[in-house]
């Protein structure tokens, strides 16, 4: 109980004081607030700490109980170890060796990763695009002109397409973007509101 | 071709064996990601956050300022043990009250007051923009009215769906359906542009692996 009322004293009180360097221009509040951002920063970057652990837990109980695929935690582990290995011996993430470990399987495991969701987006694209309703019609029609406009066999198609496809994304899509930016910014501010307030503490468990 | 040039292709190979199927090739790589990924971003924190602002340059002089990250951290670490979690709750509730109050201060002046302003400062009067045309035939004037009332549809879309009651009810829900209508058609069109624009640039990877593969096994001249 005790930890829950000061968990909420913490929350409410650091929070206003942050919140109050948006809105008062005062040397003193805008240091503190700034010593305040940077000690969340660096608790944020420890939490990354207790992540690595709790990935650590739950591979090695793996490997203990003898789970389904138990033997790619290995790879995981092994993986793990020698990047953090490699890191504080040669010198941290800067060092030439680090590099060399994130261009040669880093990068390439990333970027195939992301190559490959092209086959599914492709498959989603085949699937989205049923006209069922007017909603649907204008979804595939948009979407196939800013496809089509974007790539070189639009333009030998028809020679307004990259000019169609231009207006698309400067007045209708601008204005989409821009109502769903406000919507979602003002859900921000509410649902930051309450945390701030006390009415929501997702912090207490 | 140097060793980790042939390491790195193989690596790529074997995430594409995904598309044959789930296999243990591509779980090897997926395992090799996750680890590294952890490993490296823990690197990157240590070294470039909590190192510096703890022990290094960038640490306050006072050594009861510089005490309280290092306090928190440790009562973080007593989120490990569900027993001792309550404890934990202090350094979480530190970092959402500061989270939230920075969501709160970005939304109000990162994101809805240029927007607001944004929407709100176009002109439609065609002279703004050194346009000789009357107003009604002028492409600025229609195409700033286009984006006044998407924008403003899509908004009543999302924040305006409470069923009114009292008088005038019938006429308030009237009102809002036909710009939440609006709204609507507007969304479609900014999510199959959206989507075209993820489903190229996915392509656009993916073109980029194999031109990278061209490259480093018949490398070009």
């Given at each position: 109980?005790?930890?829950?009322?000061?968990?909420?004293?913490?929350?409410?009180?650091?929070?206003?004081?942050?919140?109050?360097?948006?809105?008062?221009?005062?040397?003193?509040?805008?240091?503190?607030?700034?010593?305040?951002?940077?000690?969340?920063?660096?608790?944020?970057?420890?939490?990354?700490?207790?992540?690595?652990?709790?990935?650590?837990?739950?591979?090695?109980?793996?490997?203990?109980?003898r789970d389904k695929g138990w033997p790619y935690s290995w790879v995981l582990l092994?993986?793990?170890?020698?990047?953090?290995?490699?890191?504080?011996?040669?010198?941290?993430?800067?060092?030439?060796?680090?590099?060399?470990?994130?261009?040669?399987?880093?990068?390439?495991?990333?970027?195939?990763?992301?190559?490959?969701?092209?086959?599914?987006?492709?498959?989603?694209?085949?699937?989205a695009f049923r006209v069922k309703s007017l909603e649907t019609g204008l979804f595939v029609t948009f979407g196939v002109i800013v496809l089509l406009g974007q790539v070189p066999i639009g333009a030998r198609l028809w020679d307004q397409l990259p000019v169609i496809k231009d207006w698309v994304l400067e007045v209708p899509a601008l204005a989409g973007a821009r109502g769903i930016l406000l919507g979602v910014a003002l859900g921000t501010a509410a649902t930051g509101l309450r945390v701030l307030l006390g009415i929501d503490r997702p912090y207490v468990d | 071709m140097s060793a980790g040039t042939l390491v790195a292709a193989i690596l790529t190979f074997m995430v594409w064996s995904y598309l044959l199927g789930d296999n243990p090739a591509f779980r090897i790589a997926e395992h090799l990601l996750v680890g590294t990924a952890i490993g490296f971003a823990v690197l990157v924190a240590w070294f470039n956050v909590v190192q510096p602002a703890l022990f290094g340059a960038a640490?306050?002089?006072?050594?009861?300022?510089?005490?309280?990250?290092?306090?928190?951290?440790?009562?973080?670490?007593?989120?490990?043990?569900?027993?001792?979690?309550?404890?934990?709750?202090?350094?979480?509730?530190?970092?959402?009250?500061?989270?939230?109050?920075?969501?709160?201060?970005?939304?109000?002046?990162?994101?809805?007051?240029?927007?607001?302003?944004?929407?709100?400062?176009?002109?439609?009067?065609?002279?703004?923009?050194?346009?000789?045309?009357?107003?009604?035939?002028?492409?600025?004037?229609?195409?700033?009215?286009?984006?006044?009332?998407?924008?403003?549809?899509?908004?009543?879309?999302?924040?305006?769906?409470?069923?009114?009651?009292?008088?005038?009810?019938?006429?308030?829900?009237?009102?809002?359906?036909?710009?939440?209508?609006?709204?609507?058609?507007?969304?479609?069109?900014?999510?199959?542009?959206l989507f075209a624009n993820t489903l190229l640039s996915r392509i656009a990877l993916l073109i980029g692996r194999v031109q990278w593969l061209l490259d480093a096994f018949w490398p070009a001249g």
């Open positions: 109980m005790i930890s829950r009322t000061v968990a909420t004293v913490v929350a409410m009180s650091v929070g206003l004081l942050v919140l109050a360097d948006f809105f008062v221009n005062s040397d003193s509040i805008n240091a503190l607030g700034l010593y305040l951002v940077r000690i969340a920063s660096i608790v944020a970057a420890f939490t990354l700490v207790l992540g690595m652990v709790n990935v650590l837990t739950v591979h090695l109980g793996k490997i203990y109980s092994g993986a793990l170890f020698f990047t953090l290995g490699m890191g504080f011996l040669t010198g941290g993430p800067g060092s030439a060796w680090m590099q060399q470990v994130f261009e040669v399987v880093l990068f390439p495991l990333e970027a195939t990763l992301f190559s490959l969701l092209a086959f599914f987006s492709i498959v989603a694209a085949y699937r | 640490a306050p002089q006072s050594p009861v300022l510089a005490a309280v990250p290092l306090v928190l951290c440790l009562l973080l670490m007593a989120k490990v043990r569900p027993a001792w979690s309550a404890i934990g709750n202090i350094p979480v509730a530190f970092l959402l009250g500061v989270g939230a109050a920075l969501a709160v201060g970005g939304a109000l002046f990162g994101t809805l007051w240029p927007q607001v302003s944004a929407t709100a400062g176009l002109s439609l009067d065609p002279a703004d923009y050194g346009d000789p045309q009357p107003v009604l035939a002028s492409t600025f004037f229609w195409q700033n009215l286009a984006i006044l009332v998407g924008t403003i549809g899509t908004f009543f879309y999302f924040a305006f769906n409470i069923q009114p009651q009292g008088p005038l009810g019938g006429f308030r829900e009237a009102f809002t359906r036909f710009w939440s209508g609006i709204g609507r058609w507007v969304i479609m069109i900014t999510l199959g542009a």
